[in-house]
């Protein structure tokens, strides 16, 4: 047993150095690495993560995230997606039992249904949903008391069958392991022995269909301690021997999430730690572009048993320098792919009339998984339009929010048939489109109408007004100086109309009350009657009142309006 666990550990270090020599000619990717583990997903430990992984250039940083049991708290755990999604910090969520005492309780089978319902419920921040199952099952306290390879591969298995069921987008990984731990059960198992196991149990085939990428703890062991620049198993450049031992047994290549990794600071001075952290980032997870994230443990721990490794310090506001370290340290602007769906609806007419001025509205939802702002680029495109346009800016739409936009356009002086689209894009790139607006301009209508004043006999004059408004109240023609003979009047080229829309026409003479009726406009001539008009308004202001007849009684003569 002793003789094959030192050929183990020889054939790992030797595809190490192997590896090292391979990756150091690899160029870093557009992937942002950068990230941090989290304790407790508060607020404020959050957002100082955001400030650590998305500086100096760098967004789309990484989170780790525990989730046990007994927390899954649907609008809890949104709240959270959603404010990683605003701070543009890629979740990578290890689930968990709950401890009794200070052993972890060992799942089951059954459990993955809860498990895939829950996570399946909730919007993620983007595509790829990162899920790990449980944590260094190599010890039994991590499982039930007990290492169990065979059953933990069983349980995984499980886990991510119904999890890639559920939805395609799961990247699901195994745990990370203690590469450090011995070989003796029940309390530990040697992590090559238990990959092993796991593999033969589930199989390679399966195992590929199934699971998307390494979860490594590549620490700086012995103790915590180890250089910067080890390599091999237990080194931080664990995830190069997990690898190569994984292809060994008929596994494919994986990508690499790094979740856990760093020094104890209560052995290693916090000097030591921070240039530690900074030259494997710089020397090695950065040239290595297997390595797609980082997530040292852990931002924030104040107290027993992982004091050592917090990067925050113990009672106070302030942080140990690794923190300023990594901060100031140059990053990559991330792209990860994010899903993006929603609609856009509108009540556009299918005619208009040339030569007008258009105001409507434009509905837009968002059903994906981004944010959509103006700073991101996103804006709402009238295609395959040949006049003038202008739709108003999407300030913030947010997962599952609706928003009005006002859409302004000119129909332009050429009569036809018309097809346009309403998309929205991102920068150059579309997301979505509407269906097609299939629309026809057609030449000015004109409107014929009838009115009569009370208590004139002849009902003529030229300084009648007509005033036309849509759906909305808004003033869409207006024309004063209309002259009436014998009741009738006649107004020309009415531009600004859609066709097959109600609108509201207002008549106007001084000193008469207004008149008003509703008309849907047709091509060509429109005709339209009015209530008689009476000489009621003396002060002018659209009604009457006790105005009107003070007004009279200051100007005596207005009562010839009152005579036939």
């Known amino acids: 047993m002793i003789r094959k666990k030192i050929l183990l550990y020889l054939l790992g270090f030797i595809t190490s150095a192997a590896l090292f020599l391979q990756s150091s000619f690899v160029f870093a990717s557009e992937n942002n690495k950068f990230g941090i583990h989290l304790a407790v997903p508060a607020t404020e430990q959050i957002e100082k993560a955001a400030q650590l992984v998305n500086s100096n250039g760098g967004d789309w940083g990484y989170i780790t995230l525990v989730i046990q049991e007994n927390d899954r708290n649907h609008d809890k755990w949104q709240e959270i997606f959603n404010k990683l999604r605003e701070l543009h910090l890629i979740p990578i969520i290890r689930i968990a039992t709950k401890p009794i005492g200070p052993i972890w309780k060992k799942p089951i089978k059954e459990d993955a249904e809860q498990w895939t319902e829950f996570l399946g419920s909730l919007n993620w921040v983007v595509k790829d949903r990162y899920i790990i199952l449980f944590n260094e099952p190599n010890h039994g306290q991590e499982w039930g008391g ?19 069921s559920k939805d395609s987008n799961f990247f699901v990984m195994l745990s990370g392991f203690d590469a450090s731990a011995p070989s003796g059960a029940p309390e530990y198992a040697d992590e090559g022995q238990y990959l092993r196991t796991v593999i033969d149990t589930i199989t390679p085939n399966t195992f590929n269909n199934l699971f998307s990428g390494l979860s490594s703890h590549s620490y700086p062991n012995p103790g915590f301690t180890g250089s910067p620049f080890g390599s091999g198993r237990g080194s931080v450049r664990t995830y190069e021997w997990e690898l190569f031992y994984l292809q060994s047994l008929g596994v494919k290549d994986l990508p690499v999430f790094i979740t856990e990794t760093g020094w104890d600071g209560n052995v290693v001075p916090r000097g030591t730690v921070s240039s530690n952290y900074k030259s494997t980032f710089e020397q090695i997870w950065l040239q290595d572009n297997r390595v797609k ?8 721990y104040q107290g027993s048993p992982f004091l050592g490794f917090s990067w925050k310090k113990l009672g106070e506001d302030d942080y140990y320098s690794q923190f300023y370290n990594i901060q100031e340290m140059t990053k990559k602007k991330g792209g990860p792919e994010i899903i993006e769906k929603g609609g856009i609806s509108f009540d556009l007419p299918k005619e208009f009339v040339v030569n007008s001025n258009y105001h409507f509205k434009v509905s837009l939802s968002n059903g994906g998984q981004a944010i959509w702002d103006d700073i991101s680029g996103y804006k709402l495109v009238l295609k395959n339009f ?18 009005d936009l006002d859409i302004f356009f000119k129909s332009g002086n050429t009569p036809g048939k018309k097809e346009s689209e309403v998309a929205l894009y991102k920068d150059k790139k579309q997301i979505l489109k509407s269906s097609v607006w299939s629309y026809e301009i057609v030449p000015l209508p004109k409107l014929d109408f009838r009115v009569s004043l009370y208590p004139k006999l002849k009902h003529l004059g030229t300084d009648f007004e007509v005033q036309i408004f849509d759906q909305r109240e808004q003033l869409v023609y207006k024309k004063k100086g209309v002259e009436v003979e014998h009741a009738q009047g006649s107004v020309g080229e009415i531009r600004n109309i859609a066709l097959g829309k109600k609108y509201r026409i207002v008549i106007l003479k001084p000193y008469y009350l207004p008149r008003q009726t509703f008309k849907i406009f047709k091509r060509g001539k429109n005709s339209v009657v009015f209530d008689k008009m009476y000489p009621l308004d003396f002060n002018k202001d659209g009604k009457f009142d006790f105005g009107d007849i003070w007004a009279l009684i200051l100007q005596p003569s207005l009562i010839s309006l009152l005579m036939p």
């Open 386 to 403: 040949d006049s003038e346009y202008l739709i108003s800016n999407i300030n913030t739409l947010k997962p599952f929010q609706n928003i």
């Open 293 to 300: 994230a980082v997530t040292p443990f852990v931002l924030d």
């Open 146 to 164: 007990s290492v169990d390879p065979v059953d933990y591969a069983k349980v995984a298995q499980e886990f991510a069958t119904k999890l890639k």
